[in-house]
């Protein structure tokens, strides 16, 4: 039990961290003194914050070596840009991808523009009239190469439903000098959107998205079929603990969950509540 004289050390969820002195008056413990301590503060709500539109979606984060600072790519809605304005849902095309980059472990972030447009041969789309959504970075070691995987949407539209969605593969030796458009992974009929890659204990490369079908590569940039997942979902977060590969993803209206056990094209599905 606290005694006087004792100093406790609180923490409180969304505060700094507090000392507290117990101070004996009358034999009890009844006076206490608040100090900050000397750490850093909450950090702010909301995180960061799309300076041009305000429209900050689907990020990702990398450790950038050469920079020595953490960078978050993301998809830049337009949506201070087409407020009342815009055909339809017009302003999530047409979108870039933002930056942020943060140099001190994540507390604060500061903007630094847009990712520059690689043309996309393969595709003979206008890489000034593309839509960039959901992008995930990956670093392989070994090579010392960054690889991104972009959905990419052609044309600025007004549905969400219109169109297709292809998901290309990008890569750097330092994403401070930009990226290079290297391969079209696989091509999906509708709504190829929102990849996410994973290497796993079996060594073997995994790319999931907003489709059915698993791919894998060893190599980054050849993917062939690996199987089904089934239960097609948006925002796709994979993890891997122990032998079991886990992933959550969106399905409208509920969040759903699933967790494999050892494959990463068998899951046991399940619901989160959303708070």
Not at 77 to 96: K, L
Not at 173 to 185: E, F, I
Not at 248 to 267: D, E, K, N
Request: charge should be neutral; charged fraction near 15%.
């Amino acid at each position: 039990m606290a005694s006087a004289g004792d100093t406790l050390h609180v923490w409180r969820a969304g505060y700094s961290a507090k000392k507290i002195v117990l101070k004996d008056t009358t034999g009890q413990l009844a006076d206490i003194l608040l100090d900050p301590l000397a750490m850093p503060q909450a950090a702010p709500a909301p995180l960061f914050k799309d300076p041009p539109y305000d429209g900050a979606t689907d990020p990702t984060i990398a450790w950038i070596e050469s920079d020595k600072s953490w960078w978050i790519y993301y998809t830049a809605r337009r949506v201070s840009n087409c407020t009342g304005q815009c055909d339809g849902v017009s302003w999530v095309f047409g979108t870039n991808y933002g930056i942020a980059s943060s140099y001190d472990g994540g507390a604060t972030w500061q903007y630094r523009g847009v990712a520059a447009r690689p043309g996309n041969p393969d595709l003979n789309w206008d890489s000034n009239q593309n839509t960039f959504w959901a992008p995930d970075v990956v670093y392989d070691a070994p090579t010392n190469t960054y690889h991104m995987y972009a959905a990419i949407t052609p044309g600025i539209l007004s549905g969400w439903n219109e169109g297709i969605a292809n998901v290309v593969h990008l890569s750097a030796k330092d994403p401070l000098n930009g990226w290079a458009y290297d391969a079209v992974p696989f091509t999906a009929v509708h709504q190829g959107i929102d990849p996410v890659v994973r290497k796993l204990d079996d060594g073997k490369l995994y790319l999931w998205g907003k489709f059915d079908d698993v791919m894998t590569s060893t190599d980054y940039v050849n993917w062939i079929l690996a199987g089904s997942i089934g239960h097609q979902g948006e925002a796709q977060y994979v993890f891997h603990w122990k032998t079991s590969t886990g992933y959550l993803r969106t399905r409208h209206p509920p969040i759903r969950w699933g967790f494999g056990s050892a494959s990463p094209t068998t899951a046991r599905t399940g619901r989160t509540n959303r708070r």
